[in-house]
């Protein structure tokens, strides 16, 4: 904590700036007042002066004549004396022709201090002339004005006007501005004190014991102190320190944990030093369609903000490790002006530790590539939903294109790497494997496929099933959730292209090139976080009081609004529900939160509507004041947000016609530190080949799904309080780390300088982490 010394020393350095700035700021205005107001007295007075000379001139000029006859100064003494009486002069003299003073007032002398001296008669010619002078220490202004005759000058006058008044007025006001400064050095230093007292002292106070709680692991997020203060850019790098300690802090605690207990839970830690030793020096970069950082232009100001994505999660740690790089569409307002040249950056802003490259597409070419081939073609394709996919000629050359224009950044990121890997993300980029393993055939290539693989006869429908296949195959290794999955694939190919399917390794021999298909089950990040305080039904009541509802029981639904989640299938099990026992009117309220998705598509936009009409359509069949059967709230929800719903839901619904995995069903399961809450869980998601003591249904069975709703609100806390723990204990062994140390290890264990014919010389893929 800063002592009084240094507050002191610190309040003398302030003090003696401030004083000083001030003091020159001061002393500057008083001089320009000063000299303003000085200036205007003199312009007056040299105004003044030459209209009382006139005046003395014409009627001093009758006397010059008549002393030239009568040879006196009489008359024109007497002049001179009542002018200055009349008009308050300081003196007043008359010179000859010659220039030497013939006549002057009685005083004039006193007040000069000597008797007044020969004037030059150079400037009569040009008129009058005036000067300041000093006299006796009093300032004089002197106005001298020729008389003028046919024959030439007769003589002249000179009036003195005493100026002493400018000086007085001027010391006055230097005295003035003198004073002022003092009063305030004085104020300065006492608000000075003041601000060190309760701007520097107290929040230093506050964030040297923050500090000192950080080190005992025992603080809070952020210090006690005001963003927007002076101490604003200090808290949130001081923050940031903090937040990277906590997190090393706690990576290591669970490792100790994990160690002591004996177990093999992967962490972000362990990943991270798994991947430094598979990859050795080799570099990895990952390829997406969704970049992990975005830059937007928000109030004027350009924010950084990471979209919500458990492949950022999954990815990020890997990324790190080896110092790798992420290519992906730049899609944020403002991510143009926060790339170099070369269109990269470092992330994560904070604390930089590998490169993200942006892709450009035009919104034409975002239009054909993504919504059109990828979203209207591909999605339908590989999901048995249902709705027919549209394959149009303009969409599939977009398609090629971007997936050129992604692998060409690849090689150019890749160019000075040595046996790089590439991680290619997802259906946007089927083509990408074989571009980049025909320009790089050193890199070892794999690529992820995050949802279904239909079966032949559905994905014989795509009029480039050839095109696509081979470009998959260029990849070594090609992962997919399920095993099911995979084994769509390789009957695909089996009954598609020329190869040789390998059953026994999953593997399939295309012109003497080895792709092995395996499953790798995504999953999320789990916490290790203690049960919260909160109980369940405080936390219901807090989140429906918000939209004015109350319901004692509480369902919980989380997708994006799209066909293959079977949300309208899910609202009609509701109001079957309600028909069938409506002693759960009132008592039981379903939460939709469905975030708009891909609404430039018909289809989507078709579905939007059809979803609202039916929440609305059973709401006013079932509702009261105060209570609705379905709340749906239509907008993007961060995973902060939603949190809360998993934590207070006594069931979760997740009844997708047709899904890869599903994370929110292992979300939900993340989130129940209680361990109570009960998961619905469709047959038809990848997650329900894993998570066995979920309530699994058919969604297009309204009447089952009516049944399962009911099942797992009448459910013996007993019974939901171990399913849970074990659905928890699954989830927790087989988190999104594990999946990443999975895909990385079996790539990195590929072999390519091994001959792969004959069979026996192919390729091996290592032993997988468990």
């Known amino acids: 904590m800063m002592d009084s010394k240094e507050l002191m020393r610190l309040s003398v350095r302030l003090n003696l700036s401030l004083i000083a700035g001030v003091a020159i700021v001061s002393l500057a205005i008083a001089y320009y007042q000063t000299h303003a107001e000085t200036s205007g007295m003199k312009r007056d007075l040299e105004r003044h002066a030459p209209m009382l000379a006139y005046t003395l001139e014409t009627a001093a000029a009758p006397l010059f004549a008549l002393r030239a006859e009568s040879g006196s100064y009489e008359d024109l003494e007497n002049l001179v004396s009542r002018f200055q009486d009349q008009q308050g002069l300081a003196g007043v003299a008359a010179y000859d022709a010659q220039g030497q003073p013939v006549v002057q007032t009685l005083d004039l002398a006193t007040r000069l201090g000597h008797a007044p001296t020969p004037v030059e008669r150079a400037h009569w010619r040009a008129g009058g002339a005036g000067t300041f002078i000093h006299a006796q220490g009093r300032l004089m202004y002197v106005y001298e004005s020729p008389i003028q005759s046919g024959d030439g000058p007769l003589g002249a006058v000179a009036i003195y006007e005493d100026a002493g008044y400018i000086?007085?007025?001027?010391?006055?006001?230097?005295?003035?501005?003198?004073?002022?400064?003092?009063?305030?050095?004085?104020?300065?230093?006492?608000?000075?004190?003041?601000?060190?007292?309760?701007?520097?002292?107290?929040?230093?106070?506050?964030?040297t014991k923050w500090l000192s709680d950080v080190h005992r692991g025992s603080a809070a997020v952020r210090p006690d102190?005001?963003?927007?203060?002076?101490?604003?850019?200090?808290?949130?790098?001081?923050?940031?320190?903090?937040?990277?300690?906590?997190?090393?802090?706690?990576?290591?605690?669970?490792?100790?944990?994990?160690?002591?207990?004996?177990?093999?839970?992967?962490?972000?830690?362990?990943?991270?030093?798994?991947?430094?030793?598979?990859?050795?020096?080799?570099?990895?970069?990952?390829?997406?369609?969704?970049?992990?950082?975005?830059?937007?232009?928000?109030?004027?100001?350009?924010?950084?903000?990471?979209?919500?994505?458990?492949?950022?999660?999954?990815?990020?740690?890997?990324?790190?490790?080896?110092?790798?790089?992420?290519?992906?569409?730049?899609?944020?307002?403002?991510?143009?002006?926060?790339?170099?040249?070369?269109?990269?950056?470092?992330?994560?802003?904070?604390?930089?530790?590998?490169?993200?490259?942006?892709?450009?597409?035009?919104?034409?070419?975002?239009?054909?590539?993504?919504?059109?081939?990828?979203?209207?073609?591909?999605?339908?394709?590989?999901?048995?939903?249902?709705?027919?996919?549209?394959?149009?000629?303009?969409?599939?050359?977009?398609?090629?294109?971007?997936?050129?224009?992604?692998?060409?950044?690849?090689?150019?990121?890749?160019?000075?790497?040595?046996?790089?890997?590439?991680?290619?993300?997802?259906?946007?980029?089927?083509?990408?494997?074989?571009?980049?393993?025909?320009?790089?055939?050193?890199?070892?290539?794999?690529?992820?496929?995050?949802?279904?693989?239909p079966n032949p006869e559905a994905f014989a429908i795509c009029p480039w099933q050839r095109e696509l296949l081979d470009g998959l195959l260029g990849a070594d290794l090609i992962g997919f959730h399920v095993q099911s999955h995979c084994n769509n694939f390789l009957d695909t190919v089996d009954r598609t292209l020329e190869s040789r399917i390998d059953r026994e390794r999953f593997a399939v021999n295309r012109r003497k090139h080895f792709t092995f298909v395996r499953p790798f089950p995504i999953s999320v990040n789990f916490p290790n976080e203690a049960a919260p305080a909160e109980s369940g039904y405080t936390l219901r009541s807090a989140l429906l009081r918000k939209f004015g509802l109350s319901a004692p029981m509480l369902g919980i639904g989380v997708d994006r609004v799209d066909y293959t989640k079977g949300i309208p299938e899910r609202f009609r099990a509701i109001e079957m529900f309600f028909e069938r026992w409506p002693s759960y009117r009132r008592q039981f309220t379903f939460v939709q939160i469905g975030a708009p998705s891909r609404t430039h598509i018909r289809r989507y936009h078709q579905l939007m509507e059809e979803v609202e009409s039916e929440a609305e359509r059973i709401n006013r069949r079932f509702q009261s004041s105060d209570w609705r059967p379905i709340l749906f709230l239509p907008r993007h929800h961060s995973h902060q947000e939603i949190l809360p719903y998993y934590r207070a839901a006594d069931v979760c619904m997740v009844t997708s016609l047709h899904d890869g995995m599903n994370l929110v069903a292992k979300e939900y399961i993340a989130a129940r530190a209680d361990e109570q809450g009960t998961l619905i869980l469709s047959r038809f998601t990848g997650a329900s080949q894993e998570l066995m003591d979920a309530l699994l249904v058919n969604p297009y069975d309204t009447e089952q799904l009516a049944d399962a709703i009911h099942a797992a609100l009448a459910m013996a806390p007993q019974e939901k309080q171990a399913r849970m723990a074990r659905m928890r204990t699954y989830v927790r062994e087989h988190n999104i780390y594990l999946w990443a140390g999975n895909l990385i290890s079996d790539l990195a264990a590929i072999r390519l300088d091994t001959p792969q014919e004959p069979v026996h010389e192919e390729p091996r893929i290592l032993a997988r982490a468990s």
């Not at 400064?181 to 520097?200: D, E, F, P, R």
């Not at 040249?341 to 993200?356: A, E, I, S």
């Not at 160019?415 to 980049?436: G, N, S, T």
Request: aromatic fraction near 8%; glycine fraction near 6%; proline fraction near 6%.
């Open 167 to 207: 000086q007085t007025r001027e010391v006055a006001l230097w005295k003035h501005a003198l004073t002022g400064l003092v009063v305030q050095t004085a104020l300065i230093v006492c608000v000075t004190l003041l601000i060190l007292q309760w701007s520097l002292r107290r929040p230093l106070a506050r964030l």
């Open 225 to 453: 102190i005001t963003p927007e203060g002076t101490f604003g850019p200090l808290e949130r790098e001081v923050a940031k320190l903090a937040v990277s300690l906590t997190a090393a802090r706690a990576a290591a605690e669970e490792e100790a944990r994990l160690r002591d207990l004996g177990e093999s839970i992967w962490t972000a830690e362990r990943l991270r030093v798994s991947v430094q030793s598979k990859l050795g020096g080799s570099r990895l970069f990952a390829i997406s369609n969704r970049e992990p950082y975005e830059h937007l232009r928000r109030n004027g100001a350009i924010e950084c903000s990471v979209p919500a994505s458990g492949l950022v999660t999954a990815l990020e740690p890997i990324l790190r490790a080896c110092d790798g790089t992420w290519i992906a569409q730049g899609t944020g307002d403002a991510d143009r002006e926060a790339v170099d040249d070369h269109d990269r950056l470092r992330v994560p802003p904070d604390h930089p530790q590998y490169t993200l490259r942006r892709v450009w597409l035009s919104a034409e070419e975002e239009q054909g590539f993504y919504l059109g081939f990828a979203n209207e073609g591909l999605w339908p394709l590989c999901h048995i939903a249902h709705t027919r996919p549209s394959f149009r000629a303009s969409d599939w050359e977009y398609y090629q294109a971007a997936n050129r224009r992604f692998a060409d950044a690849f090689l150019e990121e890749a160019a000075a790497e040595r046996d790089p890997l590439a991680l290619v993300q997802d259906y946007h980029f089927a083509l990408a494997p074989r571009m980049i393993k025909e320009a790089r055939p050193d890199a070892r290539v794999a690529i992820f496929w995050h949802i279904p693989w």
